[in-house]
Structures are given as C-alpha cells and as structure tokens.
C-alpha cells in the first residue's frame, strides 16, 4: 500500500497543516435522490447552496454508489469496506441486534488505533443488544416500554465498533423514542407509541413509525434540529484539541417522515420532501460552519453521500411539481435501477483534491475505508477486513481515470445487477424491487417491459435506462454473469487480496 502515489501523499501531508493528521467528517443523507442536489440536476426545484459549495471546493463523482438501496446494508458497506450482500440484504428491524461480526475491522476502529478520537452523532440502523435490557419472563415479542430494564447499559452499538461517542435516538422510525449517549437511555421510556398516537399526518407521506416504547411527549420534530445543534457543538469543540478526530453524522431525512420544521415550509419548488432536503442541506451548511469556526476546516476531509435514492413517494412528486429525484436516472429506493443506489458522492480533501473538479469514474463508498487507510499508510489485515475496497486517492489526486472496472448492486436476496464500465447488466427479470409505476414509465416515456430474464443497457448512450440491448450484445451479458458470480464466489473484489 505505501507504493501508491507516495510523492503525492507525501506532499499533500506536507501542505495539510504541516504534515498533522487529517479529520474527518462524514455527512451522510437518508434517502435522497442522485437529481436532489443542484450541483447534480441544474433542473433542480430545490435550492442546495451549501453542498453545491462543497461541491465547487472539492471534487464531485457523477458515477457513486452506495452497496444498496436501503439503509442498513449501506451503512455497514459504507464502514466495513465490505459489500453488505456477503453476509446480510435487509433492514435491521425494530429493536434489532446488531450486523457487526465481533472480529469485523470497522472504519472507526482503524482510525481509533491511529490515534483518532471517534464519533457518531445520528441514525445508527446498525443494531443493538436490546435483549440485554429485556426483564426476565417477558415475551421476546412484546414491545412494551415496561418489558425492559432503562437503566442498564445497551451493549454492542456503536461503541462497541469503534466510536468513543455516540449521541442520537438510533433510527427516527423506529423505537426507542428517546435519546440515547454513549450506551444508555438519558430518559426512561415510560409510553408505548403505537400507529394511532399521531393526531396529524406528516407533512408528506405517511409517518412510518414502528409501534414501540417511548416518551409520551416525544416530538419527532426536535430529532433533526437537536443532532444539528450536537453536530455543531461537537466540531466547535475541537478547536484547542490536537488529536485528529472523525465525525460520523449519518442524518434521519429526507427519509420519512417527511417532518421539516416549520420555518423551512415553501423554501423549494419540490414540496415538504424539498423542504426537507433543503433543510438537511441548511444543516450541512451549518456543521461545515462550526468546522471552520474550529479552526480545523483546512486540514478535514469532508465526505458527503447518501444510502440510497429517494422513497417512492418522489412518483407522486414529479407528478406534482416536475421534480424526479433520480434525474436522469432510472428507479427509486429499493432498486437495482441506478437510481436506488447512484447517489450524490462529494469529496474535499486539502491538497488533494483540485476545487470546482468532477470525476466520472465509477466508485462506491465501499471505497472509503482502503482510501483513509491508504493516505494514512496503514497496512489493512488480510482477514476480515474490507474485502471490496478499493483506493480513491489516484482519482482524487486526479492521476487516474478510473481504479475500480466493477460494481456489484443488490437489494434483495438472489437480485442482483452489475455494472462494468458503462455497461449496465440487470441479472433479473427488470430491475425494480419496491413496485413498478405505470403511469410514471408512460409519462416518462418508457417503453413496455419485455419477457426477457435479465435486461442490458449501455449507460453512456441511455443513462434513463429505457433501452433494453442484452438481445443485441449475448456475449456481453455471458461475460458479465460470469463476472458477477466470480466476484460473488471469490469472496472479495479488493485489488490488495489478488
């Protein structure tokens, strides 16, 4: 690993703060579209000034993925440096254990032994030890608030994987609804929140809210304003501390409920969702803010992303309002199409990456643990340790075109897509998981599905992906299933284990 690019990691430590240690700050959006931000779509109807900022001082890709389209397989790919699919595919589900094998090398982990001090402040969605406060003789079924013991400590969360701290209520629509620090409730639940507790609907959609224990007077309003006001107390206080650190902020939106505060209400041309997404980006503004406030700003890679593409109530949306949060991209949340899984991908790094620059290459967030671990000169172990990541610093240093030829997507069990170059190869019958919308094709002009059990599209000539091709290229779609069930059976894609 110490053979790549050494001239350029050596002189970009040396203008990062005079060799220091970079920080790190991942934004992490919950369900936004790849056609959400202005930097992405100039068609656009919701105004994103802040990471469009981001996006003019660092380096934006055109061609990033998440590992899936939905949140907690993401979020695991995302800090393992691992494809989600090699162990699970779905959601960690209400009061759910965690995903984390014990031996698993996570991303905060490294850094911790690196000398970085560690924190999530967010959406978790990784899973807890809840059975751990469960009270003897009660039903593992049963969701009631008076089913666990508060006081105990919650084992196996995100302190047991690599956070010094953590603060946050875990997942907005899911229960406890309460705020946990570190390993412990700061209030005991003493309500159980069930579907008919809500006296209004949301702003958009429907509240999604899973029935479990809570605070009677919990508002699901305060969630994102009081992770902003951690986000920025917690950046601001690193302005006299000279350990490096990294930030984790995973947000709860847009993801539903599509809650924004009220003085956020008409602030797009997209609806409340816009709001929302209008709001989160307010947010961002405001942490990158309080970095710059720190004194820490110019030696801080931010990385800015999100775990899949926009809910499917953004049909609806562009019905209304003439805004697709997938533009120009085919398919939502949940999708193997693009657009349940390419999403906005911003970089800056100090002296890395060059201002205003774009990269087409295709990349994952996968990627980001080898490309820490790369400009920090570690040495990642062979075992249990991101089997699928590849290194991002040619591209950011702009020396490459492209690191990575391929990339596996998959939502479910046994639907799986694959991309290689600009080839994109849908190994099902079509490529849409959460349902498909009719109307949506035809006003969109799509043509009628065919009969065929996998489709094809070349992306640099149909990036809609309206155009099936896999009758006209057999060889093609040969070659590349047999791509796909090598990296599958191999059990790693990661250039460092070949």
């Known amino acids: 690993m110490r ?14 703060a005079h060799g220091e240690k970079p920080n790190v700050l991942f934004l992490y959006a919950d369900d936004l579209g790849y056609g959400d931000l202005g930097c992405y779509n100039p068609d656009s109807k919701i105004p994103t000034p802040a990471l469009d900022a981001l996006a003019t001082d660092g380096m934006r890709f055109t061609d990033g993925h998440s590992s899936s389209g939905i949140c907690t397989p993401s979020r695991y790919a995302l800090l393992t440096g691992r494809h989600h699919w090699r162990d699970f595919h779905g959601i960690v589900n209400a009061l759910g254990s965690s995903v984390f094998e014990a031996d698993r ?3 905060p982990e490294m850094l911790q032994q690196k000398g970085y001090k560690t924190a999530c402040i967010g959406k978790w969605h990784l899973g807890w030890d809840w059975d751990a406060l469960r009270k003897d003789g009660t039903n593992p079924k049963s969701h009631e608030h008076t089913d666990f013991d508060w006081t105990r400590p919650i084992p196996d969360g995100p302190l047991a994987h690599g956070f010094d701290y953590y603060f946050g209520d875990a997942v907005i629509n899911f229960p406890p609804y309460c705020w946990i620090e570190n390993d412990r409730v700061l209030s005991v639940p003493n309500h159980t929140i069930t579907r008919d507790w809500f006296k209004e609907d949301p702003k958009e959609g429907r509240w999604e809210v899973r029935p479990g224990p809570g605070m009677a007077d919990w508002d699901f309003y305060d969630v994102l304003p009081t992770l902003a006001e951690k986000g920025v107390e917690y950046l601001r206080a690193q302005k006299d501390s000279e350990q490096p650190f990294f930030l984790y902020f995973p947000f709860p939106s847009p993801h539903a409920p599509i809650i924004p505060n009220d003085e956020f209400d008409g602030k797009s041309g997209a609806g409340p969702y816009g709001d929302f997404v209008y709001q989160t980006d307010f947010i961002c503004g405001q942490l990158i803010q309080a970095l710059k406030d720190s004194g820490k700003y110019e030696n801080t890679l931010i990385f800015f992303s999100a775990d899949n593409g926009s809910e499917k109530y953004a049909y609806a949306r562009d019905e209304k309002f003439g805004h697709w949060s997938s533009n120009p991209l085919r398919g939502l949340k949940r999708d193997i199409y693009e657009g349940g899984h390419r999403v906005p991908f911003l970089v800056r790094w100090p002296g890395l990456t060059k201002p205003g620059s774009v990269s087409d290459a295709l990349v994952s967030q996968v990627d980001l643990m080898a490309t820490v671990a790369s400009f920090l000169q570690i040495d990642l172990p062979k075992e ?28 479910k069990v046994d639907n799986y897509a694959i991309r290689q170059g600009p080839w994109l190869l849908i190994d099902t019958a079509n490529g849409y998981e959460s349902g498909r919308n009719k109307e949506w ?26 155009n099936d091709v896999a009758a006209d290229h057999p060889d093609r779609v040969e070659s590349m299933q047999a791509l796909l069930k090598k990296i599958r059976e191999q059990g790693f894609s990661a250039p460092r284990l070949k």
């Open 3 to 16: 053979t790549l690019l050494p001239i350029v990691i050596a002189s970009c430590l040396l203008h990062i």
């Open 105 to 107: 090398l996570t991303l």
């Open 384 to 411: 249990n340790c991101a089997e699928d990541s590849h290194d991002l610093v040619p591209l950011l240093a702009g020396k490459a075109d492209k690191v990575r030829e391929a990339h596996i997507h998959n939502t």
């Open 441 to 466: 094709e035809n006003r969109r002009n799509y043509p009628a599905d065919n009969d065929a059990s996998f489709e094809l599209f070349h992306l640099g000539n149909d990036p809609g992906q309206r």
